[in-house]
């Protein structure tokens, strides 16, 4: 079963940047597709940014691109989130999570006028990180 865990989340003033890691354990890196969530006070879990297993094509919300960028490191089994330009609303608990197959593909869907991320499927979750984003 693939382990999960986060690091890299604190506090940082409006324009910050921030990177945050997702350890893997229990499988490589690149087995299984893995996108990063994050879920505000009072606010349901989206997801932000998704790294495909096959292809390593990118996927990322609206209310991130261009500011956020998902990679992963193979000799270091872990996945990075790099949050540049950062936003009060960036502020949430931020997770990473594992497609359950390694078939398992990052997807998208609209709300409104804006895209978001999600995985076909869901195997693993990390414990979570926060990040404020303050003056």
């Known amino acids: 079963q693939v382990q999960l865990v986060e690091s890299g989340g604190g506090s940082v003033q409006p324009g910050g940047s921030l990177r945050l890691s997702c350890a893997i354990s229990?499988?490589?890196?690149?087995?299984?597709?893995i996108a990063w969530f994050r879920q505000a006070s009072g606010r349901e879990r989206e997801g932000v940014a998704c790294i495909n297993n096959k292809d390593s094509s990118l996927y990322y919300a609206d209310s991130v691109k261009g500011r956020f960028t998902i990679s992963r490191d193979n000799t270091k089994n872990t996945i990075y989130l790099q949050m540049t330009n950062l936003m009060s609303e960036d502020t949430a608990e931020y997770f990473c999570?594992?497609?359950?197959?390694?078939?398992?593909?990052?997807?998208?869907?609209?709300?409104?006028?804006?895209?978001?991320?999600?995985?076909?499927?869901?195997?693993?979750w990390g414990q979570g990180t926060p990040v404020t984003v303050s003056s």
């Open positions: 999570a594992s497609g359950l197959y390694p078939e398992s593909q990052c997807d998208t869907y609209r709300s409104g006028d804006y895209q978001y991320i999600t995985l076909t499927d869901f195997g693993s």
């Open positions: 229990g499988s490589s890196a690149a087995t299984y597709t």
